[in-house]
Nanobody, 127 residues
Framework: QVRLLESGGGLVQPGGSLTLSCAAS????????MAWFRQPPGQDREFVAA????????TYRDSLKGRFTVSRDNARNILYLQMRSLKPDDTAEYYC????????????????????WGQGTQVTVSS
């Protein structure tokens, strides 16, 4: 069983930066593919970024490449999401997710790939 706890959300002005953290407990993070999803107000949940297990690299939502960076610290069991040049459209509840199942190129961005989810942290981009 993996438990995930997000933190770092808040109110930020357009153009600002924010770093989210996802602390995992219960299992070593290194064996899991980890991801961030977000759910804007009134919209469906959408994929943001993923960090594959065992040095498998990262994957991003195309529209977020260059502004968002996902990274992990396996020793501390933490997944990060650095967000820069934030826009009002980035306003959403951000969720951390984990899977120890094999993730393909297509499935890694699908929420059904992930067995474990955090409770979410709210990010609001507004002046």
């Amino acid at each position: 069983q993996v438990r995930l706890l997000e933190s770092g959300g808040g109110l930020v002005q357009p153009g600002g930066s924010l770093t989210l953290s996802c602390a995992a407990s219960g299992r070593a993070l290194a064996g899991y593919t980890m991801a961030w999803f977000r759910q804007p107000p009134g919209q469906d949940r959408e994929f943001v970024a993923a960090h594959k297990r065992a040095g498998g690299g990262t994957t991003y939502r195309d529209s977020l490449k260059g502004r968002f960076t996902v990274s992990r610290d396996n020793a501390r069991n933490i997944l990060y999401l650095q967000m820069r040049s934030l826009k009002p459209d980035d306003t959403a509840e951000y969720y951390c997710a984990a899977t120890n199942r094999l993730a393909t190129t297509s499935s890694i961005a699908a929420d059904h790939q992930y067995e474990y989810w955090g409770q979410g942290t709210q990010v609001t981009v507004s002046s």
